[in-house]
């Protein structure tokens, strides 16, 4: 008897083979210039009901450029498994083509050269067009976002989530799920939670006061489409008051609650659901770990690690699907669910080539209509790159570089300190700087510089710390952001090691000497979670620094060494 | 120099909480101590109790934890991390209906929540949580 954990992997056998994800055939019609928006859409309409997927937006209403990572470090039984997998060992595992629009979008290597071949990703008057497209198949799909929506860009700070909520309603999301949303305080997001004509969803949302759920955000919703009953569970950032600023929504804690994930599971396959899809802000490695201890859930709906894959990873019986951030992409995936359980699926990563997909004009003028007031700010040019300017990787990013430097300079530090996100757009070599790249990598409710002494053995606590945060080879230990980004400091970090003794090597750069334990250093950083953080705003730091600059030029960053992988 | 007293005060608990983790193994034998005090010494089975904690917790000197234990008459529960590890010791008389409990306590630092439980035929049953006290970081 054909067990369901082999069902599924056939399906995933089949769709690699067949290209139903369509990445196979993509390489070939690009060589012959032929890429077509009914190319990027085509999908054969399978079984009874259809999920559409986006996650991470950050905030970006526009097209944009932005390079994956080339380093992404797995650890314990996650070494050496997709997403960290990278570059040419990516392409070679799903057979992608050096050059093809894959690559371009998938994997990093000739970023700058196949940016200038094909151009932005992004822009969610695009993305409508593909919303709307997989509407005409299915009429009855249902559309969730996997949060991170409403941060990330000048816009959405002015308007404090406004502008995202707009353009996302014109969308028509079925439910949503939150992490940097509460970055914008506990009464505004209630206030936009109230406002949403769809469901604001999270299991492990709880009252921090009586540790219960709360009434504002429901742990799931039952949808009856395709004749059939399927449960959305909505599943939040499980570590916001620690990794963000706590203080902004004590009212709230979190957690993964995965034994109330188990009970959530059961309560909606009793009452009547035949598919359970986890609307997930975990983090790719979390999402897979808690696949294997909650049992029944089918599909998990991957965000926050940013990762993008071109087919669904198989953990114990549920595919998890990631779909990548920035508005890059949108996952469609279809299912055939019958007899009370999920029979099949058919998947697509749906890369958002924004010179490929027509913008939709109704989402395209609302969008503008956001930007509007604020154009000619934004729009001031203040600098150029040389350098192709990105912040994705887990140690380091040019765009860290640079803002590290301009904490260095402007804020007279030894050491500077950038927090290891993983949002922020790419500008490659020739662009110019306007105020709007500034805060598209540096945007958030408390972006204050501060400047600070610590000992060099503090320093050490802090890094063994924050490397815990990504390297720890339980994922369910991992909060998954990048390692914090160092200026003026350099370190070897041994991966493999527990917290305590990866950090080795720490090396002040600027006199070459060892870091000495005793010694205090003075430090200027920036995204402190401390509430009473004094210092000007990093996006006036960074912009101070880059228009003296004038033109900037980003060189190789040796000063962080990687052992263990 | 801007230094307030609050960095200075997250500064020195962070080097507190080295201080904590380098002291760890002795607290943790105190643990062993205390557990070997009430079960006189015979072994511990697992499986028939949950001990729910955070794996991280959002703030350490107030952590949720529950121990539900279907069939026992006690519960003790430790911080096998904290200078003093007795947390709590928690009888259940024959009329409670759910012999659960929860509690919210302090940790010094990353450590192991443990609890034990005498059952109504006077075997042990142990549980434990490993939770981590971080200083907080930045998530994506």
């Known amino acids: 008897m054909i067990s369901r954990r082999d069902f599924l992997q056939v399906g995933m056998a089949a769709s690699a083979l067949y290209g139903t994800s369509g990445f196979g055939q993509w390489a070939r019609l690009a060589a012959q210039q032929k890429l077509t928006q009914d190319q990027l859409l085509q999908f054969e309409t399978f079984g009874n009901v259809s999920l559409i997927h986006i996650t991470d937006i950050h905030a970006q209403l526009k097209p944009i450029y932005f390079r994956e990572p080339s380093v992404n470090l797995g650890v314990g039984g996650n070494k050496g498994k997709v997403p960290h997998v990278t570059g040419a060992d990516f392409r070679k595992l799903y057979g992608i083509d050096d050059g093809s629009p894959s690559h371009y979008a998938l994997s990093s290597g000739d970023f700058s050269a196949l940016a200038q071949e094909y151009g932005r990703v992004g822009g969610l008057d695009r993305v409508a067009t593909v919303i709307n497209s997989i509407r005409a198949d299915r009429p009855d799909a249902i559309l969730l976002d996997g949060g991170d929506t409403w941060h990330g860009s000048y816009t959405c700070y002015q308007t404090q989530g406004q502008d995202m909520v707009n353009v996302m309603n014109a969308l028509n999301p079925d439910a949503m799920t939150f992490h940097w949303e509460f970055t914008l305080g506990s009464d505004r997001v209630a206030e936009l939670v109230e406002s949403l004509p769809f469901a604001a969803l999270g299991q492990n949302i709880f009252d921090a006061e009586w540790d219960e759920p709360t009434e504002l955000f429901p742990p799931y919703k039952m949808f009856e489409r395709g004749g059939t009953k399927i449960a959305v569970i909505g599943q939040a950032f499980p570590y916001m008051p620690i990794a963000n600023p706590g203080w902004m929504f004590p009212e709230y804690a979190f957690g993964i609650r995965d034994e109330n994930m188990q009970a959530m599971v059961d309560e909606v396959r009793a009452a009547g659901a035949e598919c359970v899809v986890v609307l997930s802000h975990n983090g790719f490695d979390v999402d897979k770990k808690m696949a294997t201890v909650v049992s029944g859930i089918d599909v998990i709906l991957s965000g926050h690690t940013h990762d993008a894959l071109p087919e669904p990873a198989l953990s114990g019986e549920t595919i998890i699907v990631p779909s990548g951030s920035n508005g890059k992409f949108v996952s469609r995936v279809d299912l055939d669910i019958r007899d009370g359980r999920m029979m099949g699926y058919r998947h697509k990563l749906i890369p958002i080539f924004s010179d490929v997909i027509t913008p939709d004009p109704e989402v395209a003028g609302l969008i503008d209509e956001q930007r509007a007031p604020y154009e000619a700010e934004m729009s001031e040019v203040i600098g150029r790159t040389d350098s192709l300017l990105y912040r994705r990787g887990n140690l380091n990013g040019t765009w860290d570089d640079l803002i590290c430097d301009a904490l260095l300079s402007e804020r007279d530090a030894e050491i500077a300190l950038s927090p290891g996100v993983r949002w922020g757009p790419s500008l490659i070599p020739g662009q110019d700087i306007t105020r709007e790249d500034i805060w598209n990598v540096t945007s958030m409710t408390y972006g204050k510089a501060y400047r600070t002494e610590m000992t060099g053995e503090f320093l050490k606590v802090v890094l063994e710390d924050v490397a815990d945060n990504i390297f720890n080879p339980d994922p369910y230990y991992q909060q998954g952001g990048d390692m914090v980004r160092t200026g003026g400091l350099g370190y070897t970090i041994d991966v493999s090691k527990p917290q305590g003794s990866r950090i080795s090597d720490m090396t002040l750069l600027k006199t070459g000497e060892p870091i000495d334990p005793a010694r205090a250093y003075m430090i200027a950083g920036w995204a402190s979670v401390n509430e009473d953080t004094e210092g000007p705003q990093i996006w006036d730091v960074v912009e101070s620094h880059i228009a003296k600059m004038g033109t900037v030029s980003v060189g190789e960053n040796n000063s962080v060494k990687v052992t263990g992988t | ?140």
């Open chain 2, 1 to 140: 120099m801007e230094l307030t007293r609050r960095n200075m005060l997250v500064i020195s608990s962070g080097t507190a909480l080295t201080a904590a983790l380098g002291a760890l193994p002795a607290f943790a034998s105190m643990t062993d101590d205390e557990i070997a005090k009430i079960t006189g010494g015979a072994d511990t089975a697992e499986g028939a109790i949950t001990l729910t904690a955070p794996e991280i917790a959002e703030n350490g000197n107030t952590v949720p934890i529950e121990v539900a234990a279907p069939g026992a008459t006690m519960v003790a529960l430790f911080a096998d991390g904290n200078p003093t590890p007795k947390v709590a010791t928690i009888k259940f008389g024959p009329l409670n209906p759910t012999n659960a409990a929860s509690t919210r306590i302090r940790l010094a630092g990353t450590q192991n929540v443990v609890a034990i439980a005498q059952m109504e035929d006077g075997t042990f049953q142990k549980a434990s949580a490993n939770v981590k006290v971080t200083i907080g970081g930045c998530g994506g």
